[in-house]
Structure formats: C-alpha cells, structure tokens
C-alpha cells in the first residue's frame, strides 16, 4: 500500500476532529495494519490558530505532523491528498489562487465544504492562473465529503458523495479508509448530500435543544443538573440501541407509556406543543437554505 502525505488547508473544528479522530485510531503505538497515510501537513490562516493545533497534537504524534500559516499553495504541493477544510465561501480565494492548479495536479482532493459541488470546485482549480514555472497540470479528482463533529470520538457519520469518473478506485478506497477511520461512512449520489448533510449537522445541533429542556425541567423538580445529565446519556444510548434493533420511533413510545402513566403525560404535552413537526419544518427550512445557497 503506497504511502501517502495527507494535506489540510484550513484546520479548525471540523479539519481538527478529522485530524484527531484519525490519529487516535490509526497511529496508536499498537496500531500496526498498513495504512494508506503516513504523514500530515496542516496549514491555517493565522500563525495562532497553527500554534493552537501544534500544541494540541500528542507527543507519540508530533512526528507525524508539519503545521504551518498562510502556506495554502506549498501545501497543496507537499501532500499527495488535499483536505479542504475552509470555510465554503472562500473557496474561490484558496482555490483561484495562482499555482493551485499546477499544485494539484492529478491529485486527490477531499472537499468538506459544505453546499459546494465538485464541479464548481473543479472549475475554480482549472481556471486558476499557471505557474509558469510548472509541468502542464492535469486536472484534480474532487470529492465531496461531510463528516461531522463526533469525528473527534470516533462517531462521525460521514456522507461522501457518489465519485465522478475522475475519481480512480484506489482514490476513492483511500478517502474511504480515512473517513473510516473516524466514525461511519454512508456513499449517497449527489443530489441526495445536500439533504443528508443537513440532516447530520441538525442531529447534532438540533437534538440539543430537547436534551437542554429536559435538564431544565429536571433541576426545576430539584435535581443536580450533571446526576441529570448522567442519567440522559445513558438513555440516549438505550434509545440508540433499541432505534439500532430496528424498533419504529413510535413502537418504542407506546412501549413505555403505561395506562395512567407519567410517560404518556410528557408525550401529550410535546405533541400538543407541535414539537414533532417543528423538527420536520427546522429540516425543510434548513434544506431550502442549502439549495438557495448553492
Ligand atoms: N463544523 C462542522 O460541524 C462541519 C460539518 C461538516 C462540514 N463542515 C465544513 O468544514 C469546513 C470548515 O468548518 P469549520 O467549522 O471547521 O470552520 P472553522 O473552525 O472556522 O475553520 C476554518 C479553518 O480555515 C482556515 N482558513 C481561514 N481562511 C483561510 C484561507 N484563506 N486559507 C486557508 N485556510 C483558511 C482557518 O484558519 P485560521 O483559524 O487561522 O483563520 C481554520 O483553520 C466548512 O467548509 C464546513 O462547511 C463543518
């Protein structure tokens, strides 16, 4: 398995939790399986946000890694897989910037830039201005990938686009074996991943919401608020398990409503709210953002 250096242009909590998750999987002391990464460049804006993330790197790992600022270009020269990890808005200054074409020739690109498509980013790259000092570049192999924050523990539920033709198989296994590396990986053809990255990030960001209100309601009736947050993760993790058995959301409700219960009190008072259906809409306003900002 040939051994490839790893580029990340732009590292912050999405780049870091990818970053991190990988090296606590893949490059533990015990880790001896072949892998298709042997090394990491990450570059950063600003010379902090590079001291921030060399700081945070564990010393078995520090080996590994270059961390540089304001070296977008070099980067991109020095990996053999580029990771952009940006903000989708600058992706025509990172990526128009001149010598990225020639920088990124051939190479595999691993777009997590939410809402851009590979074609977009492809044109951006081919229309960059040369380097006149370069070989003739050859165009990049761009794919799209959304991981999400549980990266970091090993619990991101990573979406990767359906690769264009200009993706080979080896590219497409060694994106694949870095995503695994880091939580679970489902392939959806393009039209499906704008609707999938929502739904992730709203899984995070949303379901906060209804854990926050719980506690609230908890420490109101006299509880320590972390004895009430022990006791939701762990129903979190149960209510995981049995939706993982295959048990419908609705069977697992009706399940522990008992006749007279308290359970049932709590449900009729979220559906009198309309909560269910303001989960649906939060998705479809989400959705429509995406689309119109495409
Ligand atoms: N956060 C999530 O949950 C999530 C989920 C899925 C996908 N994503 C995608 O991940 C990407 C990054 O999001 P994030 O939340 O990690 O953002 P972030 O924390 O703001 O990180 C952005 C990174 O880009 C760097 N950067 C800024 N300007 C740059 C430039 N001109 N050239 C190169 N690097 C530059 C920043 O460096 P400095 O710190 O030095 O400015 C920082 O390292 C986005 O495209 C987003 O759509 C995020």
């Given at each position: ?182 939580g679970k990986v489902k392939f959806l053809a393009p039209e499906q991943t704008g609707l999938a990255t929502v739904l992730v990030g709203a899984t995070l960001a949303t379901l906060t ?86």
């Amino acid at each position: 398995m040939a051994s490839q250096t790893l580029g990340f242009v732009g590292c912050g909590n999405m780049g870091g939790a990818v970053l991190n998750g990988i090296l606590a999987a893949a490059f533990t002391k015990t880790s001896t399986e072949p892998k298709p990464i042997s090394g990491f460049i990450v570059c950063t804006k600003t010379a902090g946000s590079a001291a921030r993330i060399k700081s945070s790197i564990a010393a078995e790992h520090q080996d590994l890694i270059e961390v540089v600022s304001g070296q977008n270009v070099q980067t991109m020269r020095d990996a053999d897989i580029v990771v952009l990890g940006c903000k989708p808005f600058m992706a025509e200054e990172v990526l128009g910037e001149r010598g990225v074409r020639e920088a990124l020739s051939g190479k595999l690109v691993i777009s997590m830039l939410a809402g851009q498509s590979c074609e977009n980013l492809t044109r951006i790259i081919k229309d960059a201005p040369g380097d006149t000092h370069a070989p003739q570049a050859k165009d990049p192999a761009v794919m799209k990938v959304i991981p999400n924050m549980g990266a970091q523990f090993g619990e991101s539920m990573t979406i990767i686009e359906t690769p264009s033709d200009a993706v080979s198989q080896s590219m497409a296994e060694t994106a694949e074996w870095i995503f695994n590396q880091i939580g679970k990986v489902k392939f959806l053809a393009p039209e499906q991943t704008g609707l999938a990255t929502v739904l992730v990030g709203a899984t995070l960001a949303t379901l906060t919401l209804p854990i926050e209100g719980l506690l609230d309601g908890c420490v109101a009736e006299g509880f320590k608020r972390a004895d009430a947050m022990e006791m939701v993760l762990q129903g979190i993790r149960g209510l995981s398990a049995l939706l993982e058995s295959g048990a419908h959301p609705a069977v697992v409700r009706e399940s522990i409503s008992s006749p007279r219960g308290c359970t049932i009190q709590t449900l009729l008072s979220l559906e009198k709210a309309g909560t269910r259906s303001d989960f649906a809409e939060a998705m479809i306003r989400g959705n429509k953002h995406l689309k119109e900002n495409m």
